[in-house]
């Protein structure tokens, strides 16, 4: 063979070495080209390889099913706010988390998406949030809410404040009052019960006065009081509020009979105040009996009799400018005149006519000077008494 065609069998013959090596991976291995990843072959294992295997996989540990519990739960889920309970009026102790200026959707937002708080406690105004945990006890707070779990217990019962007790206006006819506490604005009420719920609802309001046809209001501030007789007011106030009833004991004053009852001084005048046919009222010396009267009359002395009026109820004293009850009069109530009242005549006085339990102190001045004498009863002639046309001032007073 010439040389040209030994080249060709010899580069052939390379070729045949070269496949083989390819195909077999010995060319890798030869050149330090191995993979470090797995190496993938169509081969099928043998028993043997087999069953090495199946030995490994027998003797791999199982997991420890304890930690994969814990795993589990240490992941959970947060409470959500949804499931918590609401405790108005009440404050839940405990370790706070955080506080916030915030309303209480927010709060439950901030709570939703807090990992350590398990419950939070907004105020009752809406505007401040405490997350907290490790719940302690509950507290009543009427500017709180609590939301908490069930677990965190019962809040203790509400105490619920004492009711207060109605303000009861009793009605006192024939009278009106001024108190130095002045009046309440100008109300509008066409009727005493509504005059009574504006006083009731005001501030201040202590005392009402509606007039005769209660459709006139008038609210009254605390004060001192001062009373007159109007036949056109009524005045209400509370329990033991009561004119200044003048009060003459042992004498019985006479008049038109309203009623008769059990009573005591006390019940005795809120009964009068509260009829208003009643102008004065008597009791008897064991504190049991109660007349309610009007028209006043005379008195008479009685041992077990206490009367009770209003000044202006007190009998008239009448003085005449002659003896025997003649010639010129007038008639004077209880009081101190500087001088000569009604414009009876000065140094003329001759006679008087006094009611019982009563009794008139003549003066031979004006204001209360010079020589004086004190009356009871009736006085037919001053000539009795050195005292005929002198007098220039005179008291009227109970005896």
């Known amino acids: 063979m010439d040389k040209k065609t030994v080249m060709i069998m010899v580069c052939f013959f390379l070729l045949l070495i070269a496949a083989a090596v390819i195909t077999t991976g010995a060319f890798t291995q030869w050149f330090g080209l191995e993979s470090t990843s797995t190496i993938t072959t169509t081969s099928t294992p043998t028993a043997a390889e087999q069953s090495a295997a199946a030995a490994i996989l027998n003797t791999t540990t199982a997991p420890d099913t ?200 006390s019940q005795c005048s809120a009964a009068c105040g509260a009829n208003k046919a009643c102008g004065f009222y008597v009791v008897d010396n064991s504190g049991t009996t109660c007349w309610l009267k009007s028209n006043p009359t005379t008195f008479s002395q009685n041992s077990n009799r206490n009367s009770f009026f209003p000044a202006s109820f007190s009998p008239q004293a009448t003085i005449y400018v002659d003896c025997s009850y003649k010639g010129t009069s007038t008639s004077i109530g209880v009081g101190s005149y500087s001088t000569m009242p009604n414009n009876f005549p000065n140094d003329q006085l001759s006679s008087l006519h006094i009611p019982a339990g009563y009794s008139v102190t003549l003066y031979a001045d004006t204001n209360f000077n010079g020589k004086a004498i004190t009356l009871t009863g009736d006085i037919p002639c001053l000539t009795a008494q050195n005292f005929n046309d002198i007098t220039s001032s005179l008291k009227y007073q109970s005896a």
């Open 66 to 265: 304890t930690t994969v519990a814990t795993t589990v739960a240490s992941t959970a889920a947060p409470t959500a706010a949804s499931t918590l309970v609401a405790y108005p009026n009440y404050d839940l102790t405990g370790t706070d988390v955080s506080s916030s200026q915030t309303d209480p959707t927010t709060c439950a937002a901030l709570f939703n998406s807090s990992s350590s708080s398990t419950f939070y406690v907004v105020d009752s105004s809406g505007t401040t949030c405490w997350l907290k945990k490790n719940p302690t006890g509950f507290v009543a707070a009427q500017n709180r809410v609590a939301y908490a779990p069930a677990s965190a217990g019962t809040p203790p019962p509400a105490t619920s404040a004492p009711t207060p007790t109605p303000v009861t206006y009793l009605p006192t006819f024939n009278w009106d009052i001024t108190s130095s506490g002045g009046d309440i604005g100008a109300p509008t009420a066409n009727n005493p019960a509504a005059c009574g719920t504006l006083c009731t609802d005001t501030a201040g309001c202590s005392y009402y006065v509606v007039d005769a046809s209660g459709t006139q209001c008038w609210l009254k501030q605390t004060g001192n009081l001062s009373w007159t007789q109007n036949a056109q007011r009524v005045t209400y106030a509370q329990s033991g509020v009561t004119p200044p009833y003048t009060e003459k004991g042992g004498w019985d004053l006479a008049g038109t009979d309203v009623s008769q009852m059990t009573a005591n001084p």
